[in-house]
T-cell receptor, first 115, second 113 residues
Framework: KNQVEQSPQSLIILEGKNCTLQCNYTVSPFSNLRWYKQDTGRGPVSLTIMTFSENTKSNGRYTATLDADTKQSSLHITASQLSDSASYICVVSGYSGGGADGLTFGKGTHLIIQP | DTEVTQTPKHLVMGMTNKKSLKCEQHMGHRAMYWYKQKAKKPPELMFVYSYEKLSINESVPSRFSPECPNSSLLNLHLHALQPEDSALYLC????????????FGPGTRLTVT
């Protein structure tokens, strides 16, 4: 069964500090992996999307890494800001002819940035 | 324009009401989605439309009825809902179905009384 596991479930850090969120998946065959940021009560916003051949991708202070061999991804946030407080969701897409297994969502990491 | 819009932002309805949620995108995307999200949970896929045809229905109760009038619009018709249907309903679109990056709307916060 396709699964996406995220850790930690929640994280509290001080403003200005760095942090790393983890995503492990068992989706196969693999197409791409996405990281979304979701503010409370709002729709998710895409941060990065990575395919099999991409190891690292950056979007401002957000840097995602992907190891397709170990089926692991991380999202590193540099110099955190109060506006980074949100849920970060890892989503993995697999080739399945467009069936329900095409997208598997992680449960998210709830990040709180404290002043 | 990389925006997906949803209306209304908030909706309160009784269990005997009929209402509709609306979603619109002008990115030329051919796939559109409805998700349901409960608090502190990830979004759950409800329906997928591809080229204006329903391609995935994730065993959603018939009190939810999707409609895709054209390639830019997606509606979700609601009838005889239950209090447990209260949630954030998200619309998303992508270039093609499922394998492509999805763009989400801001959601409609639905409360069923």
């Amino acid at each position: 069964k396709n699964q996406v596991e995220q850790s930690p479930q929640s994280l509290i850090i001080l403003e200005g500090k760095n942090c790393t969120l983890q995503c492990n998946y068992t989706v196969s065959p693999f197409s791409n992996l996405r990281w979304y940021k979701q503010d409370t009560g709002r729709g998710p916003v895409s941060l990065t999307i990575m395919t099999f051949s991409e190891n690292t991708k950056s979007n401002g202070r957000y840097t995602a890494t992907l190891d397709a061999d170990t089926k692991q991804s991380s999202l590193h946030i540099t110099a955190s800001q109060l506006s980074d407080s949100a849920s970060y969701i890892c989503v993995v897409s697999g080739y399945s002819g467009g069936g329900a297994d095409g997208l598997t969502f992680g449960k998210g990491t709830h990040l709180i940035i404290q002043p | 324009d990389t925006e997906v819009t949803q209306t209304p932002k908030h909706l309160v309805m009784g269990m005997t009401n009929k209402k509709s949620l609306k979603c619109e995108q002008h990115m030329g995307h051919r796939a559109m989605y409805w998700y349901k999200q409960k608090a502190k949970k990830p979004p759950e896929l409800m329906f997928v439309y591809s080229y204006e045809k329903l391609s995935i229905n994730e065993s959603v109760p018939s009190r939810f009825s999707p409609e895709c009038p054209n390639s830019s619009l997606l509606n979700l018709h609601l009838h005889a809902l239950q209090p447990e249907d209260s949630a954030l309903y998200l619309c998303a679109s992508s270039q093609e179905e499922l394998l492509y990056e999805q763009y989400f709307g801001p959601g409609t916060r639905l409360t069923v009384t």
